[in-house]
T-cell receptor, first 112, second 110 residues
Framework: GESVGLHLPTLSVQEGDNSIINCAYS??????FIWYKQESGKGPQFIID?????DKRQGQRVTVLLNKTVKHLSLQIAATQPGDSAVYFC???????????FGKGTTLSVSS | DVKVTQSSRYLVKRTGEKVFLECVQD?????MFWYRQDPGLGLRLIYF???????EKGDIPEGYSVSREKKERFSLILESASTNQTSMYLC?????????FGPGTRLTVL
């Protein structure tokens, strides 16, 4: 069925390390993907997105990689900071759909 | 920047009350969404709207209704609140692709 999931519910890293958060999706018709960051008590915040005609997209300290062959999406955060501590969600969308399908989230904890 | 606002950050209601959650966006977005977020279940879509007076059921519409009389405003209505509707409610809007979220309303039904 259509579902978006994350490999690990929690990830703990040291300040300054690089973090990699993974997401697997099952709908091969999905052509648009987003990563969101949600801090405690706040709504999800858009981080970065990628279309299916791309394999990689970079932002400020973040990179999203898309592997359509194995239906895998990852978010890489360089030089992780305590302010990066949050829950990270991936979401997918098909060309025909209006709504996003969300994964359950990975909680990133950064210790200094 | 897109701004999505929700009428209340915290709300406490009693079982059986009618509850209105309001959402307003200022970017002339066509699409608006209501989700609820619960521990271990992630974000679940309740209803969405792709135009004024248009609505579509999401994954869990039971116990909820919505109203979109103006493009910028999307209301979620709990006709008769129940304790299992205690949750974080998130509103979002979008033009075509990425959705932008409001801060959320934490609703407690006693």
């Amino acid at each position: 069925g259509e579902s978006v999931g994350l490999h690990l519910p929690t990830l703990s890293v040291q300040e300054g390390d690089n973090s990699i958060i993974n997401c697997a999706y099952s709908n091969s018709a999905s052509d648009y993907f987003i990563w969101y960051k949600q801090e405690s008590g706040k709504g999800p915040q858009f981080i970065i997105d990628i279309r299916s005609n791309m394999d990689k997209r970079q932002g400020q300290r973040v990179t999203v990689l898309l592997n359509k062959t194995v239906k895998h999406l990852s978010l890489q955060i360089a030089a992780t900071q305590p302010g990066d501590s949050a829950v990270y969600f991936c979401a997918e969308k098909t060309q025909a759909g209006t709504a996003l399908i969300f994964g359950k989230g990975t909680t990133l904890s950064v210790s200094s | 920047d897109v701004k999505v606002t929700q009428s209340s950050r915290y709300l406490v209601k009693r079982t059986g009350e009618k509850v209105f959650l309001e959402c307003v966006q200022d970017m002339d977005h066509e699409n608006m969404f209501w989700y609820r977020q619960d521990p271990g279940l992630g974000l679940r879509l309740i209803y969405f709207s792709y135009d004024v007076k248009m609505k579509e059921k999401g994954d869990i519409p039971e116990g909820y209704s919505v109203s979109r009389e103006k493009k910028e405003r999307f209301s979620l209505i709990l006709e008769s609140a129940s304790t299992n509707q205690t949750s974080m409610y998130l509103c979002a809007s979008s033009l075509r692709l990425g959705q932008f979220f409001g801060p959320g309303t934490r609703l407690t039904v006693l």
